[in-house]
């Protein structure tokens, strides 16, 4: 084979390793971006999950006013459960209920009951004027919040029936500071219930949708 050819070959060989040699070197890069692992973000609104006591971590998210009953009687169950099968006490267990959607009424107290009941629960007959779940003989809620159970409740729902309890040309925001000053026990606001739920999860908490 004639000198210059030789030469004009093992030049191309060489810049054929070089550019193979550049690709592999470029795909750990690659891959190692793709496969780091998830870290959640977290934020100072959320603190409160994580200073939540507890080991087993449930948050129960209730969407209809048929699922509060539901969710008093799931969380119980966590409770006693817990103890009767693994001797679990009720310090090392975590439990947040979250009130959001058509739920979210039932997070505030008999003041908000006595004055819109008829507007939270319209088929309710005689008008209900005290939460149903937190009042009386059924004091389920206050309960709960004894027994270390935290209650979220939907902002943005909860804005929404601020609308509706002040009426056309009505105080909204009046009525809203109203509201929030008159949670259940252990009753929180939060931005939106779904993020609330979401960022639970972030803190550890393990879902359970109640309906």
Same mark, same amino acid.
């Given at each position: 084979?004639?000198?210059? =050819?030789?030469?004009?070959?093992?030049?191309?060989?060489? /810049?054929?390793?070089?550019?193979?040699?550049?690709?592999?070197? &470029?795909?750990?890069?690659? &891959?190692?971006?793709?496969?780091?692992? =998830?870290?959640?973000?977290?934020?100072?609104? @959320?603190?409160?999950?994580?200073?939540?006591?507890?080991q087993y971590r449930v948050v129960l998210d209730v969407t209809s006013p048929e699922g509060v009953p539901d969710a008093i009687r799931f969380a119980g169950n966590i409770f006693n459960g817990s103890?009767?099968?693994? @001797?679990?006490?009720?310090?090392?267990?975590?439990?947040?209920?979250?009130?959001?959607?058509?739920?979210?009424?039932?997070?505030?107290?008999?003041?908000?009951?006595?004055?819109?009941?008829?507007?939270?629960?319209?088929?309710?007959?005689? &008008?209900?004027?005290?939460?149903?779940?937190?009042?009386? @003989?059924?004091?389920?809620?206050?309960? /709960?919040?004894?027994?270390?159970?935290? =209650?979220?409740?939907?902002?943005?729902?909860?804005?929404? /029936?601020?609308?509706? =309890?002040?009426?056309?040309?009505? @105080?909204?925001?009046?009525?809203?500071?109203?509201?929030t000053a008159n949670l259940i026990p252990s009753g929180r606001i939060v931005a939106a219930g779904v993020v609330g739920v979401t960022h639970a999860q972030d803190h550890g908490f393990r879902l359970?949708?109640?309906?």
């Amino acid at each position: 084979m004639p000198k210059q =050819f030789r030469e004009r070959r093992t030049l191309i060989t060489g /810049l054929g390793a070089v550019a193979t040699a550049a690709a592999i070197n &470029a795909r750990p890069a690659q &891959a190692q971006d793709s496969s780091a692992p =998830f870290t959640p973000t977290l934020h100072p609104l @959320d603190a409160w999950m994580s200073a939540m006591p507890g080991q087993y971590r449930v948050v129960l998210d209730v969407t209809s006013p048929e699922g509060v009953p539901d969710a008093i009687r799931f969380a119980g169950n966590i409770f006693n459960g817990s103890k009767n099968g693994y @001797d679990i006490e009720e310090s090392g267990l975590a439990v947040i209920v979250c009130l959001r959607h058509a739920a979210t009424g039932y997070g505030y107290g008999d003041a908000i009951w006595a004055k819109y009941g008829k507007v939270i629960d319209a088929n309710a007959t005689p &008008a209900p004027t005290a939460n149903p779940y937190n009042s009386g @003989d059924r004091l389920q809620l206050s309960g /709960l919040a004894k027994r270390g159970v935290q =209650f979220m409740v939907c902002g943005t729902a909860s804005r929404g /029936l601020s609308n509706r =309890f002040a009426g056309q040309g009505g @105080d909204a925001e009046a009525v809203y500071k109203e509201m929030t000053a008159n949670l259940i026990p252990s009753g929180r606001i939060v931005a939106a219930g779904v993020v609330g739920v979401t960022h639970a999860q972030d803190h550890g908490f393990r879902l359970l949708h109640v309906g």
